[in-house]
């Protein structure tokens, strides 16, 4: 039976590490993530995990930290948020090309500047290139759900890769929801031992970690990277179907929310979800056909599948949390866009930038996009498609 | 939608009212209730006002954004009055609570109208005399657990000496004071 509780998103993940019991934790504090190492800490002091846990000087520190304890050959966590994963940038890009599975909860918000700590998806987007595998969380229960199957995802041998799981800062994290906890021992059985092929501290079969690699090696060991990133897609739905039979919640690349027959769709991350399937039901009281994509692998990114999800539907929004700023529109949509067109689908798309550094997004916000949409489902046309959501006029 | 109970409470750094709204959904979570307590984070100082938020349902609840038209709203400090619009969006259907020593005729001036029930508790007078100090929000949880009927009078009191025991671990002494406040609150909310 699963555990009745009522958690923040903050100690949720703070949970589900206690429960994963990693060999090493290296973290820094940052608003709106503090919590997790703070809680994580007390959980150290009272020894229920045997974690080291090592209060690092800067995110730097703690991403470097984690790098060398994942390749001395042990399990290593860390948190941040915003600015924090930005200290981090170097180190990020050399823990996944040096094939070490970090799991890291990010606690999503806006990175400096002007000065902001509240949620968006800036500091997310800023890595999406990086080669780590990225989890978005609707609420505390994905969270704490996904970071139980981050390892298994990241550690498999088809895999080696480092995975982020994102939550909204603020509105997940600090929010206090009820949530289904696993029992402790289904945890530690369903995540089981660390036992890398290859670490550091293997004196019969050393290795060397991260030596210059030049113009005859790089580019094939980035395409290395590159088809983990594919494997991951596999490694991803079967943890997906084993967790389903010890939970009963089920996980794909997405979630499909009254797809059948919707004829207008908004795509989706994180915390919004939940407030969009609000204003479908609604929608759906009143005959509107309305139908939601929250999609939760945003990398590895399920290009085709999503194509597949929306080639029946008759107008699409993606709704971006960040800006790109680059004068085309959202990384959300760039990547949806570019799927559809490539798998051969052809659906009217608008891109909404919302809820940058922690604006509201209400439900009459999301109920004004299905209402555009349904505008250009009927007309097929679009003025612009690059377009912002709860803008202050 | 209806099941669907959503609470807003406005105070000022320090009073607790972020505390008063975490365990209202403490105390609906153990009556089997689906909740969320949230405060609205801001640049945080003592005395400067604040904002949070309870949704209690029957049914999971999805929606995650703040709450603009609530059920009820609790206020915490009577001098936000003058500077807050207390009843922004509140249904007429639903009811504000308000911890002040003021006649009806003063309190009504400020809510625009409202044509809601209007409560009032003297939740200083409550916590000095049960506490010996001024804390307002174990009054002010109470009152709206009496004026929102979430729960009967018995459940709560039951549910909040087991959280009282757990948060005052440490200093027992408090736990018949905080108990004795909200008992006296229940008895003492008022509609005007």
Redesign the interface.
Known sequence: MSIRE?LSGNEAAAIAMKQINPDVVAAFPITPSTEIPQYFSTFVNNGEVNTEFVAVESEHSAMAATIGAEAAGSRAMTATSANGLSLMWEMIYIASSLRLPIVMSLVNRAVSGPLN??NDHSDAMGVRDAGWIMLFS??NQEAYDNLVMAHRIAEHKDVKLPLMVCQ?G???S?????IELIEDDKVKTFVGEYNPEQYLLNKENPIAVGPLDLQGYLFEHKTQQAEAMKNAKKVILEVAEEFEKMTGRKYSFFEEYKMEDAEIAIVCMN??A??T??VVD?LREKGVKAGLLKLRVFRPFPAEEIAKALENVKAVAVLDKSDSLNAAGGALFEDITSAMYVNKKRVPMVNYVYGIGGR????DDIESVYNDLAEIAKTGEIDNPYRYLGLRK | ?SDLIEIRWHGRGGQGAKTAS?LL??AA?NTGK??????E?GPERMGAPITAYNRISDK???????I?EPNYVVVVDDSLLESVDVTAGLKKEGAIVINSTKDAEEIKKYLKGYEGEIYKIDARKISIEALGKYFPNTPMLAAIVKVSKVMTDEEFLDDMKGSFKHKFAKKPEVIDGNMKALELALNSVERI
């Open positions: 009522r700590i509240h609707e609420n909204d603020f509105i997940t600090h929010s206090i929801e009820n915390s919004t939940g407030t399937k609000y609604s509201d997004t209400k439900s | 939608m975490l959904a403490d979570f689906y909740i969320q307590g949230f405060p984070y999971p609840i999805t929606i995650h954004s703040n603009y």
